[in-house]
């Protein structure tokens, strides 16, 4: 009797019946290890990106607020000096009554105070013009002003919002040394609008202070009301208009003057009318507007300024900002600066950069820098240097990280008188 043939397991199928086994509990904590090894790694990366994000963002910011103070100064800086007359204040119509000059046109140069003066155009103002005086009555006290200088347009009669100007017409004003200079005869000629060049600044109880400049540099200080008046023809009224309500100007009276009267003869010659400002600059300990920035390091500092545009009153030291008056610090209101009347005379101290570890003005003759001890010296600049250095702390890293600035600005509208 044969015995069935026992086959041999395939091993194949012996393999696919053998039950499946796990990972040990050694491959399982090399896996984690790794695991948690290439997880850190990738976090401290992006950490460190994150890091560097934001310390970057720290620095663009602190160069954007340097750019924006230093641009601030720059637009300043072009208007140094502009439009201020050479010659000294009259006090009456014959000058023979005077006050000190505008010159020095820096009246403080200290290496952490900057005060000058200049005429800087208003973006907000309304009533603008730089005009030049086509007429003058010494007897009566009032000055006719046109300018060529907007393009030729007619402004509406009517008190403010009124007063626009159509661009594409013709003024028409007297001129000339007749009647009708006066506006008291018919003669007219071409002539333009003073609207639109945004340069003069309504101050307190709506007075535009400026300064009648004659032909020899000299000048008188009027003040005139932003709300104009009465409309008509007739002498003494604010807006001048025709037969035909064609606009010819505006006068300035010798009720709102300083000192009575003024030298027809050298208005009627050829002048201008300016409104000066004074801008200052100063840099000091933060949250201490009293006390200069002691540029070492032990406290932080910022940089102010403030400007004012109302009434001038002559250059003595006792109303106008002199070097000899020394440090003149930011928790002072200026003369004729008040910041909280309506409207103005002026702005606050406004904080133009902060964190400041050190700052410094620079005044340079010909290529040098030297010090500004006097009025002489004052006169003297020829350009202006800031020079400051930021302080920073990185919000997640702690680190510190400074930064140094520095621009020169040449005086382009510096002449002496």
């Known amino acids: 009797m044969k015995h069935p043939t026992q086959r041999k397991p395939n091993a194949q199928?012996?393999?696919?019946?053998?039950?499946?086994?796990?990972?040990?509990l050694i491959e399982v904590v090399i896996a984690t290890a790794i695991s948690i090894t290439l997880a850190a790694g990738a976090m401290?990366?992006?950490l460190t990106v994150e890091r560097t994000r934001r310390e970057g963002s720290q620095r663009a910011q602190m160069n954007r607020n340097a750019q924006v103070a230093l641009d601030l100064l720059e637009y300043d800086m072009k208007f140094l000096g502009a439009s201020v007359p050479g010659g000294i204040e009259c006090t009456n119509a014959s000058c023979s009554g005077t006050e000190p000059g505008l010159?020095?046109?820096?009246?403080?140069?200290e290496p952490q105070a900057l005060v000058f003066l200049g005429d800087l155009p208003y973006p907000n103002t309304n009533f603008n013009g730089t005009m030049s005086v086509n007429g003058g009555d010494g007897a009566t006290g009032t000055v006719l002003v046109t300018s060529e200088l907007s393009?030729?347009?007619?402004?509406?009669?009517?008190?403010?919002?009124?007063?626009?100007c159509d661009t594409k017409a013709s003024t028409l004003v007297p001129f000339g040394s007749t009647s009708g200079a006066r506006c008291t005869g018919a003669a007219t000629g071409e002539r333009t609008c003073p609207w639109g060049?945004?340069?003069?600044?309504a101050g307190n109880g709506n007075l535009v202070w400026v300064q009648l400049v004659g032909n020899q540099g000299d000048y008188w200080e009027h003040c005139h009301s932003a709300t104009f008046g009465s409309v008509g023809a007739s002498q003494g009224a604010d807006i001048l208009v025709g037969p035909t309500n064609d606009f010819r100007g505006l006068q300035f009276h010798a009720t709102c003057l300083d000192g009575p009267g003024y030298d027809a003869t050298e208005m009627e010659a050829g002048a201008y009318v300016t409104q000066l400002d004074r801008v200052f600059w100063i840099a000091h300990e933060m949250g201490d507007p009293t006390s200069a920035c002691p540029n070492d390091g032990s406290v932080l500092c910022q940089i102010s300024r403030r400007q004012c545009w109302?009434?001038?009153?002559?250059a003595p030291a006792s109303t106008?900002?002199?070097?000899?008056?020394?440090?003149?610090n930011a928790n002072t209101t200026p003369a004729?600066?008040?910041?909280?009347?309506t409207p103005p005379d002026g702005t606050n101290w406004e904080s133009v950069i902060d964190n400041v570890y050190s700052v410094q003005f620079v005044y340079i003759q010909d290529t040098a820098s030297f010090a500004v001890n006097n009025t002489t010296d004052a006169g003297n600049v020829r350009a202006i240097e800031i020079e400051f250095l930021l302080l920073e702390n990185a919000n997640v890293s702690g680190v510190e990280f400074r930064q140094r600035y520095r621009r020169r600005f040449f005086l382009e509208n510096r002449e002496s008188p």
Do not use: V
Request: glycine content about 14%; hydrophobic content about 35%; some cysteine.
């Open 310 to 314: 109302g009434r001038l009153d002559g």
């Open 151 to 164: 393009g030729a347009c007619r402004p509406t009669t009517s008190p403010p919002p009124g007063l626009a």
């Open 44 to 46: 401290g990366t992006l």
């Open 336 to 341: 004729f600066c008040a910041h909280n009347t």
């Open 197 to 201: 060049m945004g340069k003069w600044q």
């Open 320 to 328: 106008m900002p002199d070097y000899t008056n020394g440090f003149f």
């Open 103 to 109: 010159f020095p046109i820096i009246r403080i140069g």
């Open 13 to 24: 199928s012996a393999d696919i019946e053998r039950p499946l086994q796990g990972f040990s």
